[in-house]
């Protein structure tokens, strides 16, 4: 297989997502433990986990951080992003992520995707392939 010639000024790659958060490294550990991800970076205000295809997921210190709302409404902080993680066990895995301090989001769109909030109240998704 032949890799694809660079072309100038394009990006090679999405080396990962950043999270901001008033305490990265706690936001760190929560998705840490949810994901069972390497912490490849530790520091005060960045800390990075890696996946076992080498995906990163950062976080940041962000002290004026506001947590989005879900559903969105208009006056008020607008979620930017969202993480899906797909799961075999959808009823297992959302057990799970609110053990390790998730919130079970009260807008539920579809019944094959579980909406939670990560301790930061960043929105995520949980559902099964298919």
């Known amino acids: 297989m032949s890799e694809t010639p660079h072309r100038d000024g394009i990006p ?3 080396a990962g997502v ?3 958060a008033p305490d990265p490294r706690a936001l760190a550990g929560f998705y840490r433990r949810l994901l069972e991800w390497e912490t490849v970076e530790d ?3 960045w800390v990075s986990l890696k ?3 080498a995906t990163r997921l950062s976080f ?3 002290p004026e951080y506001r947590p989005p709302t879900w559903p969105g409404k208009a006056d008020r902080q ?3 992003l969202h993480l899906d993680f797909e799961v075999e066990d959808l ?3 959302e057990r799970r992520a609110v053990g390790l301090g998730a919130r079970v989001a009260d ?3 579809q019944d094959d995707v579980r909406v939670l909030l990560d301790p930061a109240g960043h929105p995520f998704c949980l559902f099964t392939g298919g």
């Open 60 to 62: 940041q210190t962000e």
């Open 51 to 53: 996946g076992p295809d």
């Open 78 to 80: 607008q979620m930017m």
């Open 18 to 20: 950043v999270l901001d």
């Open 12 to 14: 090679k790659a999405l």
């Open 107 to 109: 807008f539920q769109p």
């Open 91 to 93: 009823a297992a895995a």
């Open 43 to 45: 520091g005060p205000d």
